[in-house]
């Protein structure tokens, strides 16, 4: 079972007294099979299953290990109350370069959301699932141009000065291969009106941790409040196509 501890967070919910569920049982978690297949992780849904009595339960709802989060999310309450702390600099710090310099404020979006669903849903594909999960709150452009970042970042493009990113050859070998799919996404991604859009949120796709000032969130709200459609019953719970994206970083732990 994983034992989790509460982490330091920008999530202040100090005033929410609501009681959590649960409560008085030894909560269980099994986590969701595409973290940890392939890792040194040991399948324990078995073990669990027999640990089940009165006084076990396998975790739903709001875990206490974790920042509760507001009955009505907004797009910035998962910034605070969840995602990992270095998606939460890297996309921030990426839309306040690209807002500082004056770039139009679809890209300054396309550098807020580039990577959002590393920060607490799933990393294989994350342009493609950043963009599912962001589309139905913004303009068709700004979700296109966090779509097909993830494969332009494999492409260079002279005419704007981008190169294929060192950082890749440490992560991945200098020999890594672009899958196929992904370069003829990337090549529709270069014939289409809106190329130029991605192509410039994947200049500011870079990590500047060091050299840049700390961004605090609420920089980024004037933007985000005229091009997010935050809403009314929060991010999880509007009934759009995506909805349950956002109920699963809510609740990442739940067993089903
Ligand atoms: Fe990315
Ligand atoms: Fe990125």
Known sequence: MLAATAQPTLCDMTEDTRPWPQDGRERLIYPSPVGWKGTDFVDNEGELLKLLNPKTVFMMGDNPAL?????????????????????????????????????????????????????????????????????????????FAVKYHQALRYVPDESVGYAYPESYHAFFGPDYEVPEYLLRDAEYAKNHKW?????????YDTYFFDDFPVVQPEELEDVIGRNFKEPEEGLGF????????????????NFL
């Open 67 to 143: 920042p509760r989060m507001p009955e009505r999310p907004r797009l910035l309450d998962f910034f605070r109350c969840r995602f990992g702390d270095i998606t939460v600099r890297h996309l921030l710090i990426s839309a306040k370069r690209a807002l500082d310099d004056g770039l139009p404020e679809k890209v300054v979006m396309a550098c807020l959301l580039h990577d959002i669903s590393n920060g607490c849903l799933i990393r294989c594909d994350h342009g493609y699932w950043s963009a599912q999960l962001v589309g139905p709150y913004v303009d068709p452009e700004v979700a």
């Open 195 to 203: 190329y130029m859009t991605a192509r410039q949120m994947t200049l």
């Open 238 to 253: 509007d009934g759009s196509p995506t909805a349950h994206m956002w109920r699963t970083m809510i609740w990442p732990n």
